[in-house]
């Protein structure tokens, strides 16, 4: 029996599988299957829409839907294709520079006339199903499309082995350039805060550190060179000695050039575990912070795990030990914050704690690399949905461009002019895609800065640049 596994893109509060990150489903489920003695074919969905005729004719930009193609016969795959195995479901929605993750319905279309089983896997095949946009209901698996589904959420014993025999499979991926590694299920908060699904999906589970080691030496043997620790919940919630030597164990892989985090809750920041990541991680890297609001209320009444002065304390630690500027000329390490719209009791208050707490930050002398601002996904089963549902998106969405734009026009751009004053340098901006003549890259890392290059430059390669301008959330800047 051959099996293909068709990607279509990840992503979750703790996981992104995004190009140009590889998530964890499609190699555990590779290791799962070679394990069995299978020899799988790897897709994506940019494959199948690229082989279904869904292309642009616009010449003078990028494509992103057909962007991340594997260069494969994809005819010839699918003939002999006795299973497909579709990995699918966004939980946390964004923006992506170089990617298209599916919708249920776009993924269902392309697969619906293939002549083998069908087998959906990845966060759509959970009861929460799978959106694009935050604050919209979620879609679930078009009926007579999928054959059933598969459970991709092995135990910690299982994926020991899985995950590094199915790091080979990142061999079919040309353009792979980031690997997300997993370090833990679920939450440590005893009571989950009301939107989110992890606690719901996963209780909480640690993968042992020799595990974690075994999975980044496998991926580097097979040519990966980027790795981001991003899939848990709360990278803090380890403790010190087992942090040290996670971080520690991995950077001494030879050949590692970017070691970086993402989710962090606040409550959970130290300075000996800001020290530990300023010395083992790499430079850009960035702390992504589930502050959600600066609004005690809203805070109270949805669960939530910070207080602003925790949120503030946090924030000042990771500046006082990650700001000094590493080789590749970003900041070291960096906070991110969270910011959710339409949670329960939120109000026109709720933007003024947010906006009052987000100047002190900048009248402060505080760097912080971004603020991801974004509609709250409410799913069935969570706390936020059993109590008020989107009523809070409907009562206050008239308000979110202006809240959304008071943010980027008066905290983030002004945040940027500070990080990355004109006339710095960044070393190793590598080129994604074209819009026009100007070309757009990013560095290599978690959460990257967009640059925008007012000339067309080769895709895929590299340059150090000079910046000489800022946007609300990127910077222009020209080739050294």
Known sequence: MHYTILDCYTDEPAGLGVPPY???????????????????????????????????????????????????????????????????????????LSAMPATMHEVSGLVKGLRCRKLLAGPAATVFGTRLEGGKKAERP??????????????????????????????????????????????????????????????????????????????????????????QSDLFSRDTKSLKQLLSGIRNIRGIKTLHIDNIDPAHVTEEKVKIVVKYCTEGNVAALGIETFDKDVIRVNRLNSSPEMSMRAIRVINKYGSGRGPNGMPRFLPGINILFGLRDESK????????????????????????????????GTALYNDCGDRFIKKNKRYYWKWRNDIRQNIDN??????????????????EIYDGNTTFGRQLGTYPLVVGVKERLGIGKSYDVEVVGHMLRSITAKVL
């Open 414 to 431: 002004p945040m940027l002019k500070k990080i990355l004053p004109v006339g710095s340098v960044l070393k190793g901006v590598r080129m």
């Open 22 to 96: 590889i998530g964890t489903y499609p190699r555990y489920i590779a290791g799962k299957l070679i394990s069995e003695g299978h020899l799988p074919d790897y897709l994506t969905v940019d494959d199948l829409r690229l082989f279904s005729g869904k292309t642009s004719s616009n010449r003078h930009k990028t494509d992103i839907r057909t962007y991340n193609l594997t260069g494969k016969d994809t005819a010839s795959i699918l003939a002999k294709t006795d299973a497909l195995i579709v990995i699918c479901g966004v939980h946390v929605p964004g923006k992506y």
């Open 349 to 380: 208050k709720t933007h003024e704690a947010n906006m009052r707490y987000l100047k002190q930050i900048l009248d402060q002398g505080l760097l912080v690399r971004r603020i991801n601002v974004r509609q709250v996904a409410v799913f069935p």
């Open 142 to 231: 078009v009926q007579g499309i999928f054959d059933g589904t598969l459970d991709s959420v092995f135990s910690y014993d299982d994926t020991s082995g899985f995950s590094v025999k199915g790091a080979v499979i990142v061999k079919q991926i040309p353009y792979l350039l980031i690997a997300e590694i997993e370090t833990a299920r679920g939450c440590s908060k005893k009571v989950p805060c009301s939107f989110c699904t992890e606690p719901l999906k996963n209780r909480l589970e640690f993968r042992k550190t020799e595990d974690i080691i075994s999975e980044v030496r496998a991926l580097r043997q097979h040519g990966i060179r980027h790795f981001r620790l991003g899939k």
